[in-house]
């Protein structure tokens, strides 16, 4: 499976907010914005979504550890990057100092995914799309 083209040469800003819902309706309103894909959770809750802001992609969902727009140590964005080898670019950030939160897995979405917080509190997670 190849990067999809909407997600190449990018790093793609993931919010994570209370009320997802409303903010993508905000969104709407506010900015143009066009809704791309959504994921519903538990009791309304959106566990993913997407969403188109000018031809930019921007992903968000309702807050849940670790991320936390109000929590203690939470952080309520996170940054997607799409590389051709996660498990060899999670060594290398662990190795330079970056938190493992999250070790390489195989996600049901088709991609491997880690997840890392920087020394200076941001989470990243890096993907490779899972050949089908």
Not at 37 to 51: C, M, P, S
Not at 57 to 75: I, K, Y
Request: aromatic letters at 10%.
């Amino acid at each position: 499976m190849e990067i999809p083209e909407h997600y190449k040469y990018a790093v793609i800003p993931h919010i994570m907010v209370d009320g997802a819902a409303e903010a993508i309706k905000f969104y709407v309103k506010a900015f143009g914005a066009s809704e791309l894909f959504r994921l519903d959770g538990d009791g309304g809750r959106i566990v993913h979504a997407e969403i188109s802001v000018q031809g930019s992609t921007l992903m968000l969902g309702d807050a849940d550890a670790p991320f936390s727009p109000t929590g203690e140590g939470g952080a309520s964005v996170a940054l997607h990057v799409y590389v051709p080898d996660v498990d060899a670019l999670t060594a290398q950030a662990v190795a330079a100092g970056a938190e493992l939160l999250s070790s390489p897995t195989d996600m049901p979405y088709g991609a491997r995914q880690s997840m890392l917080r920087d020394p200076f509190g941001h989470i990243w997670i890096f993907l490779t799309p899972i050949v089908a």
